[in-house]
Nanobody
Framework: EVQLVDSGGGKVQPGGSLRLSCAAS????????MSWVRRAPGKAFEWVSS????????YYLDSVEGRFTISRDNAKNTLFLQMDNLKPEDTALYSC?????????????WGQGTQVTVSS
């Protein structure tokens, strides 16, 4: 059974940092591209970042480029999102999802989400 468990969210002040983790199981993690997506009240689904199977190629939403870093440890079946210089507009529920950059309906599996709140 495919499972994706998100963790690491919290409340931080603008300019702060968080590291999100996604623990994967039930499938061959290294065979799949992975993504982070987010959802905020009153806003549409947003894709945030994607990483290829081997971790060598990454892709970011323009507004997080240079602030967020996606990475993975295939030996540990874990996906990460390092979030630096956080801004209030980053506030959202963040979830990992199996697959490359895509629309919401294109991802077949999702994590339960971890809340990130950025406020002063």
């Amino acid at each position: 059974e495919v499972q994706l468990v998100d963790s690491g969210g919290g409340k931080v002040q603008p300019g702060g940092s968080l590291r999100l983790s996604c623990a994967a199981s039930g499938f061959t993690f290294s065979d799949y591209d992975m993504s982070w997506v987010r959802r905020a009240p009153g806003k549409a689904f947003e894709w945030v970042s994607s990483i290829r199977t081997d971790g060598h190629s990454t892709y970011y939403l323009d507004s997080v480029e240079g602030r967020f870093t996606i990475s993975r440890d295939n030996a540990k079946n874990t996906l990460f999102l390092q979030m630096d210089n956080l801004k209030p507009e980053d506030t959202a529920l963040y979830s990992c999802a199996r697959g490359w950059h895509s629309t919401e309906g294109s991802y077949d599996y999702w994590g339960q989400g971890t809340q990130v709140t950025v406020s002063s």
